[in-house]
């Protein structure tokens, strides 16, 4: 079954650092523009940033820009989000999806985010 | 655009008709509006897009309506496994938002 998947997620403390991986399993994120979805603790879904088939165009929600950075690697076929200066209120589950027209197609199964001290 | 979703629970017996809203505070353009489903446990999947049609896969008990700042998704007939929590999205500008959710139950 075609799949995209996440990994990198974790504890971490405020102010720490991760980076979220998603390849694609059976699938080619190649040819999509690719977006993280977060869902925090008892809340609905939030989209976070996405970017374009080639890398170069990025856009962030407000509340993560500066310290969130999309990016993804074409050889690789892969899709990355580094996760700075962390806060409480960025813990939850990241999603990797196909950002297909601006509404999200495929998703991973998710990596869990958690920051706490 | 802020997305408001109602009810926020729906308790309705197998085969009855499932009726979920969502309220956009402006006005959607092009019929930029998805439906996703999130059966407990797993990731969401998306249901409907441009207000209307079905993804790959889903039945035909879906189904999408309205305009402007009205929308709908209907469930036609309800099944046991239609279980989920159910989020309209709109694509009609940036940030692309999701509404808060709507649970439904199947008594």
């Known amino acids: 079954e075609a799949q995209l998947v996440e990994s990198g997620g974790g504890l971490v403390q405020p102010g720490g650092s991760l980076r979220l991986s998603c390849v694609g399993s059976?699938?080619?994120?190649?040819?999509?523009?690719m977006s993280w979805v977060r869902q925090r603790p008892g809340k609905g879904l939030e989209w976070v940033a996405n970017?374009?088939?080639?890398?170069?165009?990025?856009e962030y929600l407000d509340s993560v820009t500066g310290r969130f950075t999309i990016s993804r690697d074409v050889a690789e076929d892969s899709l990355y989000l580094q996760l700075d200066n962390l806060r409480d209120d960025d813990t939850g589950i990241y999603y990797c999806?196909?950002?297909?027209?601006?509404?999200?197609?495929?998703w991973g199964q998710g990596t869990l985010v958690t920051v706490s001290s | 655009i802020v997305l408001t979703q109602s009810p926020g629970t729906l308790s309705l017996s197998p085969g009855e008709r499932a009726t979920l809203s969502c309220r956009a505070s402006?006005?959607?353009?092009?019929?930029?509006l998805a439906w996703y489903q999130q059966i407990p446990g797993q990731a969401p999947r998306l249901l409907m897009y441009?207000?209307?049609n079905r993804a790959t896969g889903i039945p035909d008990r879906f189904s999408g309506s309205g305009s402007g700042t009205d929308f709908t998704l209907t469930i036609g007939s309800l099944e046991p496994e239609d279980v989920a929590v159910y989020y309209c999205?709109?694509?009609?500008?940036?940030?692309?938002?999701f509404g808060q959710g709507t649970k439904v139950e199947v008594k």
């Open positions: 970017t374009n088939i080639d890398g170069n165009l990025k």
């Open positions: 059976g699938f080619s994120l190649r040819g999509y523009w």
């Open positions: 999806v196909t950002d297909y027209y601006n509404y999200f197609k495929d």
């Open positions: 441009g207000v209307s």
């Open positions: 999205q709109h694509y009609s500008g940036s940030p692309k938002t």
């Open positions: 402006d006005n959607i353009r092009s019929d930029f």
